[in-house]
């Protein structure tokens, strides 16, 4: 079954505590991309990552890091300097620079104990 | 910059209804547009999408005219169904040769239907 799995689907943070974001593909997509979705706030892009062992900032990066070490795994660490956490997170890929298509993951809840 | 604005939401219409959703973009060159459709608890699907002026997309009976003279994709529906209560979001892609590739979104419009 070809997608895009992300896990946990529920996720809890502690104060001060890092937590990592799983987000798994098997579409032999290149670009990948963490998004956060706030309410009323639309979608807002965290990092993305064109090509295996490379990745940039989007627009909100701070207070979270990144890693792509292999094609199909594109994990988000949330970490304690990010300060207002709770929010849905989002994967998502895409095929080629051509072809203009987003896939999406079912996301991730985060929330603060 | 690159923006998107959709009309605020909830929209909330009876089974049957005519649905219109509006989307106004503003872009420093030529984008292609796009309505994205997220159901509850669910991430986003491409719902349809236009790449030049006067394109229709169109998709489970939803359809939306790229309009470059009022820099607008509105989405529209004749008949709306309570399975199509879901969140939708309008956005452009502006693609530069580099960076995330302009990938730009608006808030999002709630749509609430009744039976």
């Known amino acids: 079954d070809g997608g895009i799995t992300q896990s946990p689907k529920y996720l809890f943070r502690k104060e001060g505590q890092n937590v990592t974001l799983s987000c798994e593909q098997n579409l032999n997509h290149d670009a990948m991309y963490w998004y956060r979705q706030d309410p009323g706030q639309g979608l807002r892009l965290i990092y993305y990552?064109?090509?295996?062992?490379?990745?940039q900032k989007g627009d909100i990066a701070e207070g979270y890091s990144v890693s792509r070490e292999k094609k199909e795994s594109f994990p988000l660490t949330v970490t304690s300097a990010q300060k207002n956490p709770t929010a849905f997170y989002l994967c998502?890929?895409?095929?080629?620079?051509?072809?203009?298509?987003?896939?999406f993951g079912s996301g991730t809840q985060l929330s603060v104990l | 910059g690159n923006s998107v604005t959709q009309m605020e939401g909830p929209v909330t219409l009876s089974e049957e209804a005519f649905l219109t959703i509006n989307c106004t973009y503003t872009?420093?060159?030529?984008?292609?547009l796009f309505w994205y459709v997220q159901y509850p608890g669910e991430g986003l699907q491409l719902l349809l999408k236009?790449?030049?002026?006067?394109d229709k997309g169109s998709n489970k009976g939803f359809e939306a005219t790229y309009r470059k003279e009022t820099t607008s994709f509105h989405l529209e529906k004749g008949s709306v169904q309570v399975s199509d209560s879901a969140v939708y979001f309008c956005a452009l892609r502006l693609y530069s040769g580099g960076g995330a590739d302009g990938l730009t979104f608006g808030k999002g419009t709630h749509l609430i239907i009744q039976p």
């Open positions: 998502a890929t895409r095929g080629g620079s051509t072809n203009e298509k987003l896939f």
């Open positions: 990552s064109q090509i295996v062992n490379d990745f």
């Open positions: 872009a420093t060159g030529y984008p292609s």
């Open positions: 236009a790449t030049k002026a006067d």
